[in-house]
T-cell receptor, first 110, second 116 residues
Framework: GIQVEQSPPDLILQEGANSTLRCNFS?????LQWFHQNPWGQLINLFY???GTKQNGRLSATTVATERYSLLYISSSQTTDSGVYFC????????????FGQGTTLQVKP | GAGVSQSPSNKVTEKGKDVELRCDPI?????LYWYRQRLGQGLEFLIY????????KSGLPSDRFSAERTGESVSTLTIQRTQQEDSAVYLC??????????????FGDGTRLSIL
């Protein structure tokens, strides 16, 4: 099955800094989503981005499907950005199940 | 409803007991998914429903786990004879349709299950 690898596993930032999180996947995908899991465990949709670039406020994401990776950019980080960021992909099967990476744990210090 | 609703939010039970976890998907969403998240891990797929049918049960870890969906709406995940390794957060997601998989999934807040 498809393998999803995220890097780095852990990241500590000072408030105001920028960061890039990476997601590599081992096969072609029909769907890619980025999620933020906050410290209370809630999983929040950030982007649905099987290809191309999207922006939402301080966050943006780019997926290069032909090269099997996606990047999540966080600019001017805030303490509320802390939590775990997951990349998840849906492969060529038609059940739509998402395959998750192990996540990047981000801590933003004031 | 406005979002995916799961109940209970927390469940503590003794080893060997049966538990039922409930998921109310977003109204009109025909696809429903159950995932499990162990502490410090990513999410693992358990089962997927299209309508009331479950074409993919490949993630259910053992025959102690079962799920059903009725009225193309509410779903119940049942774990029989719970074991300590069943302790995890169980998350439900729904999406408007399946097929090409080009619809994002929306997650509930999960049920945190603790087996004593």
């Amino acid at each position: 099955g498809i393998q999803v690898e995220q890097s780095p596993p852990d990241l500590i930032l000072q408030e105001g800094a920028n960061s890039t999180l990476r997601c590599n996947f081992s096969d072609s995908v029909n769907n890619l989503q980025w999620f933020h899991q906050n410290p209370w465990g809630q999983l929040i949709n950030l982007f649905y981005i099987p290809s191309g670039t999207k922006q939402n406020g301080r966050l943006s994401a780019t997926t290069v499907a032909t090269e099997r990776y996606s990047l999540l950019y966080i600019s001017s980080s805030q303490t509320t950005d802390s939590g775990v960021y997951f990349c998840a992909v849906h492969g060529s099967s038609n059940t739509g199940k998402l395959i998750f990476g192990q996540g990047t744990t981000l801590q933003v210090k004031p | 409803g406005a979002g995916v609703s799961q109940s209970p939010s927390n469940k503590v039970t003794e080893k060997g007991k049966d538990v039922e976890l409930r998921c109310d998907p977003i109204s009109g969403h025909t696809a429903l998914y159950w995932y499990r998240q162990r502490l410090g891990q990513g999410l693992e797929f358990l089962i997927y429903f299209q309508g009331n049918s479950a074409p993919d049960k490949s993630g259910l870890p053992s025959d102690r786990f079962s799920a059903e969906r009725t009225g193309e709406s509410v779903s119940t995940l049942t774990i029989q004879r719970t074991q300590q390794e069943d302790s995890a957060v169980y998350l439900c997601a729904s999406s408007p349709r399946v097929g090409s998989g080009n619809q994002p999934q929306h997650f509930g807040d999960g049920t945190r299950l603790s087996i004593l």
